[in-house]
């Protein structure tokens, strides 16, 4: 594996790009502040906008780690910022795969997020895809990994648009620690 970092994505309708301190009133609206949206989520919704900066402003300081994968869903016609997908290193959830995971690698997982407004048009799926493909094309990965909490079915479906096959059941964490039960999905470069 090579690690290139957030690098500038595009498909045929979306353009996923580095986001910054400046996307702070966006994001807040258009999702981040939502708890409908944010139910699912590790996190729990900003209740300000201030937090919603506070977040970017970090994410802003690692963009020029290699390692370091973090995109805006963008509109590429319009520029309205409505989403984020993330790759993510997930060491808590080594265990359970039924893949040999000395053999391939860490976990890495992919995450990801849309404002309401644009649920149920394609997007999530298209964002995964055009991450999927970078990672394993160009970082170079064998595997990736995908959970997603049990009620939130729309986000598996997601996951099996884009070629992800169920692994297992599993326990992950909120940031706070609450345990939420979870299915885990993985994706071998291999089966693309």
């Not at 290139?4 to 999702?31: A, F, H, K, P, V």
């Not at 973090?70 to 997930?90: A, E, M, N, R, Y």
């Amino acid at each position: 594996m090579k690690h290139c970092g957030t690098q500038e994505l595009e498909t045929g309708r979306l353009l996923l790009r580095r986001l910054s301190i400046d996307d702070s009133e966006m994001m807040y609206n258009n999702w981040a502040s939502d708890k409908q949206v944010t139910r699912y989520l590790r996190w729990n919704a900003h209740r300000s906008w201030g937090e919603t900066a506070e977040i970017l402003n970090e994410w802003e300081k690692h963009y020029e780690e290699p390692t370091f994968y973090q995109w805006g869903i963008t509109d590429k016609h319009t520029g309205v910022l409505f989403g984020s997908i993330s790759l993510f290193p997930d060491p808590a959830q080594k265990a359970g795969w039924h893949l040999n995971t000395e053999r391939l690698g860490d976990v890495w997982e992919t995450g990801y997020v849309l404002g309401r407004k644009w649920w149920n048009k394609g997007y999530a799926t298209e964002a995964l895809c055009a991450v999927r493909d970078y990672w394993f094309d160009t970082v170079g990965a064998d595997w990736l990994a995908a959970i997603h909490d049990n009620e939130n079915v729309a986000s598996g479906a997601v996951m099996l648009k884009a070629g992800f096959v169920y692994d297992h059941d599993v326990i992950d964490r909120k940031f706070d620690g609450t345990p939420v039960p979870c299915r885990a999905y993985h994706l071998l470069k291999e089966d693309l």
